[in-house]
């Protein structure tokens, strides 16, 4: 069965610290990689997408693949209060269809 | 659309009602997914729909559920003989092609009681 894990969290840091936030799968097919944020109560919104392995930048955003790890992670630098969310990472699965998602990680930043 | 559209955003039934859940995709979007999110729980996949087919249903998690899409377009999600434990957001996907990171609608919130 094919699996996306993360820790559940919360992950508590202060205003304008970095938060890392991890994830491992488990389908070695695998080669798309997201990452989606979550208010509470709303739909997630695509943040983003990783394919290679290395780092990705995006603004505060950095996304880093480990393809022999098998591990996703995200880091956001500069936290803001309204980072405060739950972040959830999916892997697309090998036919390319259809995303797996890892229950996520509860993400609070103290003012 | 601009987005992709779910309706009704909230449904109340009683346990053993049928209900139809509607998602309207994004013009041109041919992939179209639904999963479902239930309190505490990540998002579990349903269905995925390229064009009108659907090449997998494997997640639909009895013979209760079923899912059509008409036109390449919006898609319906029924629900036979609601029971408790189908209480969850629906939530309705839609990609320009397969996976490029989905745009996700503002779901149907279930309530079976």
């Known amino acids: 069965q094919k699996e996306v894990e993360q820790n559940s969290g919360p992950l508590s840091v202060p205003e304008g610290a970095i938060a890392s936030l991890n994830c491992t799968y488990s389908?070695?097919?695998?080669?798309?990689f997201f990452w989606y944020r979550q208010y509470s109560g709303k739909s997630p919104e695509l943040i983003m997408s990783?394919?290679?392995?290395g780092d990705k930048e995006d603004g505060r955003f950095t996304a880093q693949l480990n393809k022999a790890s098998q591990y996703v992670s995200l880091l956001i630098r500069d936290s803001q209060p309204s980072d405060s969310a739950t972040y959830l990472c999916?892997?697309?699965?090998?036919?390319?269809?259809?995303?797996?998602f890892g229950k996520g990680t509860m993400l609070l930043v103290s003012p | 659309g601009a987005g992709v559209s779910q309706s009704p955003s909230n449904k109340v039934t009683e346990k053993g009602k049928d209900v139809e859940l509607r998602c309207d995709p994004i013009?041109?979007?041919?992939?179209l997914y639904w999963y479902r999110q239930s309190l505490g729980q990540g998002l579990e996949f349903l269905i995925y729909?390229?064009?009108?087919?659907?090449?997998?249903k494997s997640g639909l998690p009895s013979d209760r559920f079923s899912a059509e899409r008409t036109g390449g377009s919006v898609s319906t999600l029924t629900i036979q003989r609601t029971q408790q434990e189908d209480s969850a957001v629906y939530l309705c996907?839609?990609?320009?092609?397969?996976?490029?990171?989905?745009?996700f609608g503002s779901g149907t919130r279930l309530t079976v009681v």
């Open positions: 999916a892997a697309a699965n090998s036919g390319y269809s259809t995303l797996t």
């Open positions: 996907a839609s990609t320009p092609d397969r996976v490029y990171g989905y745009t």
């Open positions: 389908d070695r097919g695998s080669q798309s």
């Open positions: 990783i394919y290679s392995n």
């Open positions: 013009s041109g979007h041919t992939a």
């Open positions: 729909f390229q064009g009108n087919s659907a090449p997998d």
